[in-house]
RNA sequence: CGGGAUGUAGCGCAGUUGGUAGCGUGCUACGUUCGGGACGUAGAGGUCGCAAGUUCGAAUCUUGUCAUCCCGACCA
């Protein structure tokens, strides 16, 4: 098995893909008519609700609510915003009847000519559209804003190719979408709200991210600036990993939401909308998985940690079992979470294997031996060390581990972004670069037209303008015209 | 929608000049094992993607068709 999992992973760019067969037991759905669609799994699962569980707590704590918008969307809605039309108008699943009936030539059933729809339904996309057209029934007043929803979801994007976590044609996110009295306070929230998502990135799924601003070319239909997180891949690809965008009045304007303001005067409200998805289970898969399988960060594994007994009999099964139990509650009462495996029916070597394809941060195995000594064997997933320690005070040991292995994974991931981000200066010089992977830091005019140019060359895109860091001025790398800043380019996912 | 490849057991694959389908793994039962994915014995599991055609006979040849994967266009 060792030697298949070698193999497999030669494929280097293709994690996604055997990750899901081998760790997550997730796949694409083989019915040709969900094709693209993905199935994931309840370990897989339980991943993404660890996710959103925390993201939900950080929505919460920066004032925002839950509230949940219709599936359809009429397809006049779409109309409505011209950009966000050009953005999204083409590759959408449409509903365009109401019925089935018996087929009357066999068996089975046809779709009934009769129940033809008047307006069709569009499966939600993104739902800009219709939560701003229920926004508008909301908002009079400035005392009615801001309005600040997020929703849980499932969108559909009839994708041409897609790619398992990456791009699946149905996929699970979250969608904020807000509404405020002033520029200015639209502007925060969406700055608020790429701080939130960045800070989720780096401290639970420990994947270090930039923070930046969205070229013209890459930016959200609709939008008046995107603000996006970006992530880089072990295989030296990046990863779109979070957007926030700051969507000026342009869906107010397109849904008439409009509210007096404290002098009595008619304006359209300022709008944000921001999301993440399931994109950041695969995010998280390739920026720490190895070859034993993969590697969760501490904060996001659905358990912290696994206990494995090694035992010849049922006594001495019993023992452990006390044993383990006692150890269990001490972490449990730490708030660490932790899975007792005495399935009978597996032996220690594959349970071990088998944890460590999952990803559980912490092994712990306790044995005939450590009964006798009073030790028990603990074994980190990032590392792969193991150490025979003391039982007592083991809950102490390994809370202290767990944080440890959040930090190493993290400077690990951290180390090999810096390794593959530097400065190029040249378009000669890009063009072999690019062909290396990472992120290249590049004087850019500004253009879209550079950009495309750069585009259709090399396959690179900007991957955004960068928030933080060297501001220093400098001319673009392939017209000679000035250029503010450097900008992030890479391939991407 | 263009270019390339592939459809055979749950998964991964082999199958020669056309002769009625096999290997690995997984699964089931029993026994021995159990500190790194154990071993033995016995078993279950396939209308060979689908449809026509050629033939005494097709997984194999022909045509059509459907689907999947990879490379482009699209995208979180």
Redesign the pocket.
């Known amino acids: 098995?060792?030697k298949?999992?070698k193999e497999l992973t030669s494929r280097g760019?293709?994690y996604a893909?055997w990750y899901n067969?081998?760790v997550l037991k997730a796949d694409?759905a083989?019915n040709?008519a969900v094709?693209?669609c993905m199935v994931i799994k309840p370990y897989g699962y339980a991943i993404w609700e660890k996710i959103q569980g925390e993201l939900d707590r950080m929505f919460k704590e920066t004032g925002h609510v839950n509230a949940y918008f219709p599936l359809f969307i009429p397809k006049s809605f779409l109309s409505k915003e011209a950009d966000h039309v050009e953005?999204?108008a083409?590759?959408c699943a449409v509903v365009t009847h109401y019925r089935l009936k018996n087929d009357p030539d066999g068996r089975g059933v046809v779709v009934d000519p009769a129940a033809k729809l008047e307006e069709e339904l569009i499966v939600r996309p993104t739902s800009e559209t219709i939560i701003w057209n229920t926004y508008k029934g909301w908002i009079q007043s400035y005392r009615d804003l801001p309005v600040l929803c997020n929703q849980w979801a499932n969108?559909v994007?009839w994708?041409?190719?897609?790619?398992?976590?990456?791009?699946?044609?149905?996929?699970l996110?979250q969608e904020g979408h807000t509404a405020h009295a002033t520029e200015a306070e639209a502007i925060k929230e969406a700055e608020t709200m790429l701080d939130v998502y960045a800070d989720f990135a780096e401290n639970f799924m420990a994947m270090p991210v930039l923070k930046g601003l969205k070229s013209a070319n890459?930016r959200?239909?609709g939008a008046l600036e995107t603000y996006?997180i970006e992530a880089l891949m072990q295989d030296g690809k990046a990863?779109?990993?979070?957007?926030s965008h700051f969507l000026g009045q342009n869906f107010a304007k397109a849904f008439d939401v409009t509210f007096v303001n404290k002098n009595n005067e008619l304006e359209h409200v300022w709008a944000t909308s921001w999301?993440v998805?399931?994109?950041l289970i695969?995010g998280l898969i390739m920026t720490h998985s190895d070859d034993?399988?993969l590697v969760l960060p501490p904060k996001l594994a659905p358990y912290q940690v696994v206990i494995v007994p090694?035992?010849?009999?049922e006594e001495q099964l019993n023992t452990i079992s006390e044993k383990a139990a006692e150890i269990s509650a001490k972490l449990k009462a730490r708030g660490v979470s932790v899975k007792y495996d005495d399935s009978?029916?597996?032996?220690?070597?594959?349970?071990?294997?088998?944890y460590?394809?999952k990803g559980v941060p912490v092994?712990l195995?306790?044995?005939?031996?450590?009964?006798?000594n009073g030790?028990?064997?603990v074994?980190r997933r990032d590392t792969?060390a193991?150490e025979?320690v003391s039982v007592e005070n083991i809950e102490e040991y390994v809370a202290d581990l767990l944080k440890d292995i959040q930090a190493n994974i993290y400077k690990k991931a951290f180390d090999y972004r810096a390794s593959v981000t530097r400065e190029v200066n040249s378009y000669d010089e890009f063009k072999t670069e690019i062909e290396k992977g990472g992120f290249l830091l590049c004087h850019w005019d500004g253009t879209p037209e550079t950009e495309e140019l750069i585009?259709?060359e090399t396959?690179a895109t900007i991957r955004c303008i960068p928030l933080d860091g060297d501001k220093t001025p400098g001319v673009c790398m392939v017209t000679g015209k000035p250029s503010k800043q450097r900008v992030v380019f890479a391939r991407?996912?």
Do not use: H
Request: aromatic share 10%.
């Open positions: 098995m060792a298949e999992l760019e293709n893909q067969d081998l694409m083989e040709s094709r693209g953005g999204f083409k590759e969108v994007r994708e041409m190719r897609t790619r398992l976590f990456l791009r699946t044609a149905e996929f996110w890459e959200f239909a996006c990863l779109q990993a979070g957007t999301g998805s399931t994109r695969g034993n399988g090694i035992y010849r009999n009978d029916n597996k032996k220690p070597g594959w349970k071990f294997a088998e460590e394809l092994r195995a306790m044995g005939a031996r450590d009964l006798e030790t028990i064997e074994a792969l193991k025979t585009k259709n396959k991407s996912y």
